[in-house]
């Protein structure tokens, strides 16, 4: 139990450090050296442009992602619970925070239940890929159970690890494990990084693993590393900046996959949604522009997805594409 107060201490420091202080990275996402080309002759309104799309066999109706954020110690049900209101809402799916906590004291799994609230969306459960030699592939199946989850989110967090005080070093192994988990599972497996990016080389790894999809989720957003620094590490401060930029980490996963890819890190409006969409990714991801409305309610995340949603659609206009698969021909790499 004590180990399980240590993790639910860090949770509650994380979530207070992302609210109180800036936590981004000082690399943007990468997303400003692309443009779309504008279209003066759309020929179309806003009723006409199709946002939906599928994302490991279940439909989305906007191809967005709440990414994963918390859950593990008193009062981050209530944050779970908004989110997952509002994506139900929304028609989108959602990722828990890591469920390590949950596995040290089963007492906080309700921190990670949504299902009543939201019984229809995609849901990932989630672990660290650094956990995995801790945890039989039998104990990870049961937290993934336990909450009603459709799969699970494995996250890799190297930097943040190897700069926090009391974070695991031992990062040997990962892929095996990572693929073991993989053939013991019959539910998708996706992996994600969080806030370093992705190469091309480690995506082309993961896919060969047997991973379902991947999440990039590249530098320009939420450094962990400078919220560790916060919480005192020295180390820290030398790696804020670390990290793919999240456009890069796309465009390089991109060219050697053919799983499904999830672009996080840094999102912030409709235009990055559909750029991110037009470069190869299924569904664009959001955090921490979710955390402050979800302290404050459903409606106040709905109210932000709904402006990233409607940027989505006249972005889409201004192009003439009257669906995602239309966006594909439409943006190019600005010249120096």
Same mark, same amino acid.
């Given at each position: 139990m004590k180990s399980a107060k240590k993790t639910s201490s860090r949770k509650d420091d994380h979530i207070r450090i992302c609210i109180e202080r800036d936590v981004s990275s000082g690399k943007t996402n990468g997303f400003e050296m692309y443009e779309f080309e504008h279209n003066a002759l759309p020929e179309t309104r806003p009723s006409d442009v199709d946002t939906s799309t599928e994302f490991l066999g279940r439909r989305f109706e906007l191809p967005l992602f709440i990414e994963a954020m918390t859950g593990g110690s008193t009062g981050t049900e209530n944050i779970n619970r908004n989110l997952a209101m509002a994506a139900e809402k929304m028609g989108i799916g959602m990722g828990v925070g890591s469920q390590r906590a949950m596995l040290e004291n089963p007492e906080i799994t309700y921190t990670y239940d949504v299902r009543d609230v939201a019984p229809n969306i995609f849901l990932l459960g989630n672990i660290g890929a650094v956990q995995l030699p801790v945890y039989s592939v039998k104990e990870v199946r049961k937290i993934v159970k336990d909450i009603g989850a459709d799969g699970l989110a494995?996250?890799?967090?190297?930097?943040?690890?190897?700069?926090?005080?009391?974070?695991?070093?031992?990062?040997?192994?990962?892929?095996?494990?990572?693929?073991?988990?993989?053939?013991?599972?019959?539910?998708?497996?996706?992996?994600?990084?969080?806030?370093? !990016?992705?190469? *091309?080389?480690?995506?082309?790894?993961? +896919? $060969?693993?047997?991973? @379902?999809? &991947?999440?990039?989720? !590249?530098?320009? *957003?939420?450094?962990?590393?400078?919220? +560790? $620094?916060?919480?005192? @590490?020295? &180390?820290?401060?030398?790696?804020?900046?670390?990290?793919?930029?999240?456009?890069?980490?796309?465009?390089?996963?991109?060219?050697?996959?053919?799983?499904?890819?999830?672009?996080?890190?840094?999102?912030?409006?409709?235009?990055?949604?559909?750029?991110?969409?037009?470069?190869?990714?299924?569904?664009?991801?959001?955090?921490?522009?979710?955390?402050?409305?979800?302290?404050?309610?459903?409606?106040?995340?709905?109210?932000?997805?709904?402006?990233?949603?409607?940027?989505?659609?006249?972005?889409?206009?201004?192009?003439?594409?009257?669906?995602?698969?239309?966006?594909?021909?439409?943006?190019?790499?600005?010249?120096?």
């Open positions: 494995v996250h890799l967090n190297a930097a943040q690890e190897l700069t926090q005080p009391e974070g695991d070093s031992d990062w040997s192994s990962v892929l095996k494990n990572i693929k073991k988990l993989c053939n013991g599972v019959d539910f998708p497996v996706v992996v994600k990084e969080t806030g370093c !990016g992705i190469s *091309g080389d480690v995506a082309r790894k993961l +896919e $060969s693993a047997g991973v @379902s999809a &991947i999440d990039v989720s !590249g530098a320009g *957003g939420t450094s962990w590393t400078r919220v +560790e $620094s916060y919480r005192g @590490s020295e &180390i820290a401060r030398a790696f804020i900046d670390w990290g793919i930029p999240t456009a890069e980490s796309l465009v390089r996963c991109r060219k050697v996959v053919k799983i499904p890819l999830i672009a996080s890190g840094g999102i912030r409006t409709g235009i990055d949604v559909a750029k991110s969409l037009a470069m190869g990714a299924s569904l664009s991801g959001f955090a921490l522009p979710l955390l402050k409305p979800a302290l404050e309610s459903h409606n106040a995340v709905i109210g932000v997805l709904e402006r990233i949603a409607t940027e989505l659609k006249v972005t889409m206009l201004l192009t003439g594409a009257k669906n995602i698969d239309n966006l594909r021909t439409k943006l190019s790499p600005l010249r120096g």
